[in-house]
């Protein structure tokens, strides 16, 4: 990488304690998230099957961790990151005539899946229409409303300040329905019967690839210490001490970065 380039070596995810901790046990599950794109004539809304990262070095995390997407991250090289095909998130405006056009080209999509029965029909398009389908799980709005538990929390949140990678899998993954229209998983049971469908795909990870764990606190540290022993179990001891070196602490971000 180069050293005077603005973007970091390292992807970031952040959660709660309780999922970091399931992610070092088992990798990354992949689950829907609901996505809105706005344009000044037109929205559309829907669910896409995905992992999220955020492109940001250290000095940076202290702004983002206040974003409420939780105190306790795992970062990762992104060697690793293109061995996985992850991606960077192409923002538009919603104020400009690309987002509208957009969504008016891909309305035509959806007309068409709306009139497919299952996936074997879907499975049948062409390449190219797939790969009008795939641009469209890469689009997000530069800014727009940030809703959290179904509440809107900023109205004018800047998305790309999260300078988003997602790992979202392939057209063609088995047994995946690539979109969920909006209406069909508004609630979190919907949204949980989903993420059943595609609970056995993951995004995985080997400790190499592992640049640093962030927890809360001082008092998370054994207690990540000690799951790493028992998660990481496979490992010889040298990986996990490699891996207790890089851990850090929210309070060690906020203070001295």
Not at 122 to 129: M, W
Not at 136 to 153: A, F, P, S
Not at 154 to 183: G, M, Q
Not at 191 to 210: A, G, M, V
């Amino acid at each position: 990488m180069n050293g005077n380039s603005l973007y970091p070596s390292t992807l970031f995810h952040f959660t709660e304690k309780r999922w970091l901790f399931e992610i070092l046990k088992s990798n990354f599950k992949i689950s829907y998230a609901r996505e809105r794109i706005t344009a000044p004539n037109n929205e559309r809304r829907f669910a896409v099957p995905m992992v999220s990262f955020c492109d940001i070095k250290l000095a940076e995390i202290k702004y983002f961790i206040k974003k409420n997407y939780g105190n306790f991250g795992i970062g990762l090289t992104k060697e690793w990151a293109n061995r996985n095909g992850l991606n960077p998130v192409m923002y538009i405006n919603k104020h400009s005539n690309l987002a509208d056009n957009l969504i008016e080209g891909l309305n035509g999509v959806y007309v068409h899946i709306s009139r497919l029965n299952n996936m074997k029909d879907i499975t049948k398009l062409t390449k190219s229409y797939h790969n009008i389908m795939n641009m469209y799980r890469y689009v997000k709005n530069y800014e727009g409303e940030l809703i959290r538990n179904e509440k809107v929390v900023d109205k004018n949140y800047r998305f790309a300040d999260e300078r988003e990678w997602r790992f979202v899998p392939p057209l063609e993954t088995e047994d995946v329905e690539p979109f969920v229209a909006i209406s069909n998983i508004k609630t979190n049971k919907q949204k949980e019967k989903y993420n059943q469908k595609i609970s056995h795909i993951r995004l995985t990870f080997k400790p190499d690839d592992i640049k640093y764990l962030i927890v809360e606190k001082e008092s998370d540290i054994i207690e990540l210490i000690n799951h790493l022993d028992y998660a990481k179990s496979r490992f010889n001891p040298e990986i996990r001490r490699r891996l207790t070196s890089r851990i850090l602490t929210v309070e060690q971000i906020l203070n001295d970065i």
